[in-house]
């Protein structure tokens, strides 16, 4: 048989924080290290994702090309027109796009907070910037730093096994789909390569792989963590939990002009977005002060809107989309919301709704104190870890952090102590632990109480969240 090939390093995920994570370790001089992904091709899918200043900080930290490569790739109008890392104080005046807001607004179309979108007036305030970025881009933007061998699409996890000095993987692929990931992110593949593919399935095909060390990127649905977890008598935390709250979104074209006069006249006065709640304590139902109903204007007779409600799991579970889209409009009367956005969220067309319920992996829970990240030779990183529903806009940027973090302290222990000692990689993993678990609390428990604060608790956190540097002792803690 011919020598299996052990790697130092093994991540499973390629997603955004799976590949920062490789290429902070590839910089480092790490480089027999592995990424893999269950996903056939990588495909231009995905929603824009938020990156605040604690992220780019962190992404900067682990490499100034992915943070270049992810500021071009940004949404035109959330960056400035010349590269951050060039601009000092910013743009040039002269440069820079118009500033937008997004205005949090009650009932009565009162403004209770504005917070800004566009990259400058971030930079100004904490030093760095505010992006918009695509999933799929940001994917993109830093795969490209990675030589093509070192990312392996089409290897779905399904087994875990710590072995003497080292973790088996065990995988299953699809023998039909190419193994070249970077011909599917470039999407250059033609029509009859694509109906070749087709015709060339042949099932399933396994393997194993081996490494040192196995960091577990791979999201919020994370095999590694179900499989540790159910390992550890943890079955209840092994899979996400419902965080109570889901949102229901819909497109509408063909706004009458009516209901157009009305929302921006009273309510949407200009803005490109804006955010409705009531937050009044005469409420018969005081939990839908947490309510928010999201309006984007995207023309004069178009306007996607997104319903965050705290529904109740039986509420949505196995309901058709014209049950969910009535649950919507009732709940909206139930909080007490004027007409005008029960009769916008009643032109929805039931086919074109989408549900997307929230969830969660809690850091900590009552009676377990600090669910563990780590186990062995295998640690978990971005949702896999701590996954948290979007309201704060951390998901991927607190999954940065965690890869400044923890291919820091990686980098650290190689050269000084090599992958062999089960007791050194305990105590490095354990650090990373320590390090990251009690701030991604606080976050978590911020992401869930933030719709009730106030501006001056927004200020007070986000001067917390955003001034967060790399490298620092908070962040890294003491380094050798």
């Known amino acids: 048989m011919a020598p299996r090939h052990i790697y130092d390093v093994l991540i499973v995920g390629a997603g955004p924080v799976g590949l920062a994570t490789a290429i902070a370790l590839h910089k480092r001089g790490i480089h027999n290290i592995l990424v893999i992904d269950q996903t056939h091709e990588f495909r231009n899918v995905g929603q824009g994702l938020d990156l605040l200043p604690n992220g780019l900080r962190a992404i900067k930290y682990i490499a100034s090309e992915a943070y270049e490569n992810i500021t071009k790739a940004a949404f035109k109008g959330n960056q400035p027109l010349e590269s951050p890392s060039q601009a000092g104080d910013g743009p040039d005046k002269s440069t820079r796009p118009p500033k937008s807001r997004w205005r949090q607004i009650n009932v009565q179309g009162e403004t209770t907070r504005s917070i800004p979108t566009d990259f400058q007036s971030w930079f100004e305030r904490y030093g760095e910037g505010r992006i918009n970025v695509s999933w799929f881009n940001l994917q993109t933007a830093l795969r490209s730093l990675l030589p093509p061998d070192l990312v392996q699409a089409n290897h779905r996890c399904v087994h875990v096994e710590e072995e003497a000095e080292r973790v088996r993987i065990d995988v299953t692929s699809d023998v039909g789909h190419s193994t070249n990931p970077f011909a599917h992110w470039e999407m250059m593949q033609s029509k009859a390569e694509t109906a070749t593919l087709a015709q060339d399935h042949r099932g399933a095909d396994h393997k194993s792989f081996y490494a040192k060390l196995v960091i577990a990127a791979d999201g919020i649905n994370s095999t590694i963590r179900q499989i540790l977890y159910n390992q550890q008598g943890l ?246």
């Open 235 to 480: 079955k209840r935390w092994a899979k996400p939990q419902y965080s109570g709250f889901a949102a229901i979104s819909s497109t509408i074209q063909g706004v009458p002009s009516s209901i157009m006069e009305d929302l921006a006249t009273q309510y949407i006065k200009g803005d490109f977005i804006i955010t409705v709640h009531n937050n009044s304590d005469e409420l018969d139902f005081p939990e839908l002060k947490r309510l928010r109903l999201i309006l984007i204007r995207l023309s004069n007779n178009t306007v996607a809107y997104l319903l965050y409600a705290p529904f109740k799991l039986d509420a949505w579970q196995h309901k058709s989309l014209t049950q969910i889209l009535r649950l919507g409009i009732d709940t909206l009367l139930n909080a007490e919301f004027p007409p005008i956005f029960r009769t916008l969220v009643g032109l929805s067309n039931p086919e074109k709704l989408s549900l997307r319920p929230f969830f969660i992996h809690p850091v900590n829970t009552q009676n377990n104190g600090h669910l563990p990240w780590c186990h062995g030779r295998v640690t978990l990183v971005g949702d896999a870890a701590h996954a948290m529903p979007p309201f704060m806009a951390q998901g991927v940027n607190q999954g940065f952090e965690d890869a400044a973090v923890i291919s820091t302290l990686i980098a650290q222990m190689i050269p000084a102590h090599g992958l062999e000692q089960d007791t050194t990689i305990t105590t490095t993993l354990e650090k990373y632990e320590h390090l990251r678990q009690p701030f991604v609390s606080q976050v978590q428990t911020a992401t869930m109480d933030c719709h009730q604060w106030t501006q001056a608790q927004w200020d007070t956190f986000n001067e917390k969240l955003h001034r967060r540097a790399y490298p620092s002792f908070v962040t890294l803690g003491e380094l050798n």
